[in-house]
Structure formats: C-alpha cells, structure tokens
C-alpha cells in the first residue's frame, strides 16, 4: 500500500476537506491518521462514518503550539496535511487579526513543530484567491500575485513561510493552490450549496447576482485528495506550488441551469443585483462579496507534468454526488450559511 507505515496528520480533518483527506489516507493503507482539529467549523459528523482503529482525533489549535507538539511528538507523525484555516471571505475582512493569527501563525506552529519533530513532509491548503483578478486566463502558478481579501493575504504568507522553511531549513512543503472545491460534506454557504439547497431542498429558484456571467472553476473533492496522495509519495513536489483545479471555467449562470436540468424542475432562475455587502433582496441571508472575482480558472498542467496528475471527475457527476448526500442528510444546512 503507498502510505504503508505513515502516521500522518491532518490539521482540521474534522472539516469538509480535511475528512476526505483522512478517509482516504486510511484506505491508501496508512499506518495510522492523527485528525487535529478545534472543531471550530469542524464537526464530527464529517468522521462517524469512518469505522478504523487507526484513525486517532485530537481536540487542539493549531495556535497551542506546545498542545500541537506533543501530539506530532507523541503520535510519531512522518506527514503532516494542514488544512486547519479561518477560510470565510467575508468575516475574515471583519476580522483581519483573527484569520491572519490562524492562517499565519497556526501555519509557523505547524513548520515550527515540523521541525523539531523531522517531520518528512508538509502538505499546504492555499487557495486561488492569493492571484486576485485574472489577467489571463487560466492563470497559471506564475500569475502576478495580487492576492483578493485578506484572506488571500493570509494564504500568500503562510504559503511563502513554507517555501522559505524548505529553502532555509531543508524541510518538505508542497503547497496546493485549490480552485473552488466542492463534493459531499461540503459546508453551506458559497453559491453551489446555495443553488442545491433552494432547487432540492426547497423546491426554489436559485438566485443568481448580477448577470451570472462570474466564471467559476469547481474541482471535485475526491480528485484534490488524489493530488495530495501523489505529491506524498513525489519527492520532485517538495518546495513546490501547484494549482489544483478543474482547469475549466462554468458561469454562474450555467451552473443554476445544470442544476436546474438535473433536478428536472422548471423552477427558472432569479436575477438579483446587490450591491457588494449587500444581502440579496430574496435571500436575506446571502451576502454579495465585497471586490467579487470575475474569473477564476486555474491551469493545472504544472500538478499533470510534476505529479501525473489530472481531475477525472465531471462537474456534472461531482455535484449529482453532493445532491445525493445532502438530500440523504438535509440537516446539515439547516444552519446559517458561513459568509
Ligand atoms: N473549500 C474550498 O473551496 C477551499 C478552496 C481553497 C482553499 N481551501 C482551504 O482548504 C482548507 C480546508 O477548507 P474546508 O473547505 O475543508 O474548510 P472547513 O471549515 O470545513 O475545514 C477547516 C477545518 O479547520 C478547523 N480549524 C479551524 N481553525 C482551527 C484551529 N485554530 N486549530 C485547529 N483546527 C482549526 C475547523 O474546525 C475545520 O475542521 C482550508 O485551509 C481552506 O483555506 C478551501
């Protein structure tokens, strides 16, 4: 099995994310899964499912960094995967210390424990949002770097900090730059869990901002833990990014139709123009985002030439998928949605 033998950690493995990363470790034949997690946005619930006495949770921050290092220490992890972020756009511009103190200083506690631990590698979540506006399209890896929100700020810098742990300290970090990512157990709140919950929850048109013209790039969670398995055991990754993506481009519009098509309902669609952080008038719980992106699609050929790497799952088959798990557990968006 590829991950014989590693104990590997996930930082917020109790996330959407984080708990396929943690699934599918186990099953690619880990020795052991360290899931360390506040449960501040994660929850349990993303992990019952998961029946292995290999598979370990710990209840920490990744900013206790004497709590993180005795557990990396004591559980003798060889892999390290951070995904453990402050990751809302919106409250992250309310609250620029608070995501920066997670995303900055809970990314050096990890390097730092990393360390001293010989740790043999450390995988990244960064995200797209460290390129800001597109100025060509699809934006590849070397794409000018004008991150958009503070929490693109926050990604670009913790992302820098593990280049530079590789160069100054010779320790393994690969940094995946992640598109929009979406599948089951994906939290509610950005437009796709939107547009499923109002067409097959609640029998409701989706409701499109602006002229949905917005070009989105979805990648299918399954492919992303894919990624992070070959860059494991791919020792030409170390020090690198990579885009992780779809590498094709759907406008906000044409989503609402394949939604729409899937469901078989003529429901149609609602145009609404807020203005940014502004509510919208028929989802008074749905904020438009400050400086919206107009493109987003990132070229993934670096992850294909380095790693082998490619999705393989259609856009059209990833959300029948998320459809299929959020109508066999509707609960979970019975929430406020994360803004
Ligand atoms: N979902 C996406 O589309 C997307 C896109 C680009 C990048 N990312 C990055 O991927 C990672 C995972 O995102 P997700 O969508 O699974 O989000 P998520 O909120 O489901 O997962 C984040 C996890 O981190 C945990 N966490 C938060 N603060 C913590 C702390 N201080 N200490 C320990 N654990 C903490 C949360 O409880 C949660 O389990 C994040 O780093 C995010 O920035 C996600």
Redesign the pocket.
């Known amino acids: 099995m590829v991950l014989e033998g590693k104990n590997i950690m996930v930082?917020?493995?109790?996330?959407?994310?984080?708990?396929h990363l943690v699934e599918e470790y186990l099953k690619w034949g880990a020795e052991k899964v360290v899931v360390?997690?506040?449960?501040?946005?994660?929850?349990m619930e993303?992990l019952n499912h998961i029946k292995s006495n290999r598979l370990k949770i710990i209840k920490?921050?990744?900013?206790?960094a004497i709590l993180l290092n005795k557990a990396i220490k004591s559980e003798e992890i060889n892999i390290i995967d951070?995904?453990?972020?402050?990751?809302e756009v919106y409250s992250g511009i309310l609250n620029v210390k608070k995501e920066a103190r997670?995303?900055i200083f809970?990314t050096l506690n990890v390097l730092e424990a990393a360390i001293k631990n010989k740790v043999e590698k450390v995988l990244f979540?960064?995200?797209?949002?460290v390129y800001g506006q597109a100025k060509k399209v699809p934006q590849d890896e070397m794409h000018p770097l004008e991150p958009h929100w503070p929490?693109g700020v926050s990604?670009l810098c913790a992302e820098r900090y593990c280049i530079q742990y590789n160069r100054l300290y010779g320790l393994n970090t690969v940094a995946?730059?992640?598109?929009?990512?979406?599948g089951p157990?994906?939290?509610f709140g950005?437009v796709l869990t939107m547009f499923i919950k109002r067409i097959f929850l609640e029998n409701k048109p989706p409701v499109v901002f602006g002229d949905g013209t917005q070009i989105r790039d979805y990648?299918y969670v399954k492919d992303l833990v894919r990624a992070h398995i070959l860059a494991i055991i791919n020792e030409k990754s170390n020090g690198e990014v990579f885009n992780i993506s779809s590498g094709k481009g759907i406008s906000i519009k044409d989503l609402a139709h394949l939604l729409l098509e899937i469901s078989g309902k003529n429901l149609g669609i609602i145009f609404d123009n807020p203005k940014e952080g502004e509510v919208s008038q028929y989802q008074p719980e749905r904020i438009r985002l400050p400086s919206e992106l107009r493109v987003l699609v990132l070229d993934n050929r670096k992850a294909n030439e380095i790693l082998g790497w490619r999705p393989e799952t259609s856009l059209r088959d990833g959300v029948i998928e998320e459809i299929k798990w959020i109508m066999a557990n509707p609960w979970r968006w019975q929430v406020k949605p994360?803004v």
């Open positions: 930082t917020g493995g109790a996330g959407f994310i984080g708990s360390y997690d506040d449960f501040s946005s994660g929850t993303n920490g921050s990744v900013l206790d951070h995904q453990a972020a402050k990751l997670v995303n809970g979540a960064s995200s797209a949002a929490y990604k995946f730059r992640y598109s929009i990512v979406y157990r994906e939290w950005r990648v994360r």
